[in-house]
């Protein structure tokens, strides 16, 4: 029986599901390893880290993100658990929430609206086509919820997810230092901040600094998302009128 090639090999071990499971939760561990080895450096934060080494290895092998995504859908059906597993934390602030919730409503109307309205403004200065600007609207919400709100708002969801991913790292990375600098220290208030502009990833990171400042940003989330479904085909139609569309 006469080996096959190394090429040979990797078609057959890349139909395999277990290979792309395995290689994303190693991806991430490694990811992890090196985020800690750096002193939890925000330019190598584990999501940004694993995610650029998959899209290398896709790339390289010239697998397609369809066998990809059939072999990794595991890790997309955990998203729904691990999200709703954050209200644990959030369960715990419940006094302090019913003493904030006015404070909170209001921050939380003036992120979503803001969010969606410089991300519209930015991408149409910068001459984005229209399809463009409506995959863009919804990108500071959590992806499931961006994603299907493009679609039906006439955006593009793949565009959108992008935005999402963009949105998430970049907010992970530079909420700390832009919340020093305007001296917002209170955990509740950076918590909530990170929640509302970089979602899940954000959230994460949130996560690993405090527990208060996760579980605000993880409530920030989940009611972003929800806000943000709402409001955007309201905010569609004042754009389009203020443009004579």
Known sequence: MSRGSPFEIWVFLGQSPLLWLTLTLLAYLGAVQLYRRLGNHPLV???LTSVAFIIAVLSLTGTPYV???EGAKFVHFMVGPATVALAVPL???LPRLRRMWRELSVALLVGSVTAMVSAVGIAWALGGSLETLLS???KSATMPIAMATAEQIG?????AAVAVAVTGISGAI?????????GA???AVRGFSIGITAHAIGTARALQVHETIGAFSALAMGLNGVVTALLAPWVVRLLMSFAGV
Request: no cysteine.
């Open 67 to 69: 066998t990809y995504f």
């Open 91 to 93: 369960f715990a602030q």
């Open 174 to 182: 530079m909420a700390r230092p832009l919340l020093n600098l305007i």
């Open 155 to 159: 955006g593009l969801p793949s565009l």
């Open 185 to 187: 220290h209170d955990p």
């Open 45 to 47: 934060l584990p999501v």
């Open 136 to 138: 863009l609207l919804p």
